[in-house]
């Protein structure tokens, strides 16, 4: 009997899980299409090649020689059309591909909002290899870019501004909000690491939006021009780091349901027979619970591609992801949130923050007025075990108990022995004082 072929187009986190998981079930033929890079590598620390902490080949999980001892084939080609009547791909290159089941776990690419000059030269975003490799060539050093200037506040656009102060290059970042990743983070921890990022000697300017980008007889960037002062600012590259959203426009000539992802349902499947979505190209029709309809992080993206592994494998399985949670660095500043912490409490809910006096520790809880219950919580500068939160949060405990058990989540116990009186004596002051 034929084997069924199995084909994912793409080879991140969300496609790699699959075919891993597909392979240890069963002898299906798998194929994995990117048109990146032929091997998998760990998106998530592609700063640490620019910052000289790793090589390119470190950010790769597995030799190269496993994708043959596990019958995996890779193929370096980009799908331009699905065509899913006939089932079969069609690349750039004109070469046709066929498929019996098809997997789009394509990931994301950075947004650019229609500003005059996001297409020059200079300007780039932080995605994916290409992007590292252009940044490399545009500012190796600040002979080469004197300043640089990025658009955009979040977790990447951190994450450029701290590679970019590793070479010396002076950084101006504008941020639209009132504080860092205000639309997120509540204003006191958003105001943590305003203080953090100037620290660090990036101009950091709030509540400032770029106007245009300004080039040169050459096309190549020279400076930019703010939306709120008209000021304009001279500089030798542009960082676009406003957010990503889903890598589909080779999608819009099929007949799969599109949004702003890949319209799928909790089977992970999209519109049409026999084609799945995962990762950040995938979004619920019906979000779960407070989740956002497509959630672009690490953990996710390998959640449903073990998920729908188990489904291809003939063991169907809905993607429960359990409770939210997440981390980041910023600059030195690790960051951790279980449950949810809103910017602004919930109606019905209120919350409690402690922060030390040095301004680079803080913790801050969410929860219930009236039964109590803990929601969530964000730490920045103290890290917190994960296993433990999962399962106050599964068992509904209230605030209280999480106050008074917060040594058992302790990571480093040597560490936070110190600040957890502390804590908790602010907690029964606030209490108090309510
Ligand atoms: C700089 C950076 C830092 C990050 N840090 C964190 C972090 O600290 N924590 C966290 O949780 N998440 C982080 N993320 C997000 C995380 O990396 C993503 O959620 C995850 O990599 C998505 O995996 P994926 O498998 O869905 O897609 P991807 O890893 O994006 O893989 C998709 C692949 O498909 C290829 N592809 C797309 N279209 C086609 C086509 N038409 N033909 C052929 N190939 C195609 C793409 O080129 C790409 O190689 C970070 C992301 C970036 C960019």
Known sequence: ????????????????????HIRKLSDKRITLISSESEHFFSRTALMYVYMGHMKWNHLKPYEDKFWVKNRLELKQAHVQHVDTQQKQLTF?????????????????????FGWPGQDAKGVIGLVNKQDLEELEELAPNNKVCKRAVIVGGGLIGVELAEMLSTR????????????????????????????????????????TNLEEIITDENGKVKSVKIKETGEVLDCDL????????PNIS???????DLNRGVLINRSLETSETDVYAIGDCAEQREPIGNRPPIEAVWYTGRMMGETLAQTLCGNPMEYKPGHW???????????????WVFPKPKEGQTDFYWEHEDGK????????????????INTFGIRLRHEVFDRWLTEKVTVDEVIKNLKSANFDPEFFKSYEKEIQNKFQYTLKTT
Request: glycine share 8%.
């Open 1 to 20: 009997m034929k084997q069924e072929h199995i084909v994912i187009i793409g080879n991140g986190i969300s496609g790699v899980t699959l075919a891993r």
């Open 92 to 112: 750039e290159s004109g070469e046709v591909f066929s498929y019996d089941k098809l997997v789009i776990a394509c990931g994301s690419k950075y947004n650019k």
């Open 168 to 207: 010396n290059i002076p950084v101006t970042f504008l941020v639209r909000e009132k504080h860092f990743w205000n639309n997120v983070l509540p204003a006191e921890e958003a105001q943590l690491i305003d203080r953090h990022i100037r620290e660090h000697h990036i101009d950091l300017r709030l509540e």
């Open 238 to 245: 542009v960082g676009l780091t406003p957010g990503v959203s």
């Open 250 to 256: 080779f999608l819009k000539s099929s007949t799969i």
């Open 325 to 339: 949670f997440n981390s980041a660095k910023f600059f030195d500043i690790e960051y951790q949130t279980y449950g």
């Open 361 to 376: 520790k803080c913790i801050h809880i969410q929860y219930e007025k009236e039964s109590r219950i803990f929601k969530g």
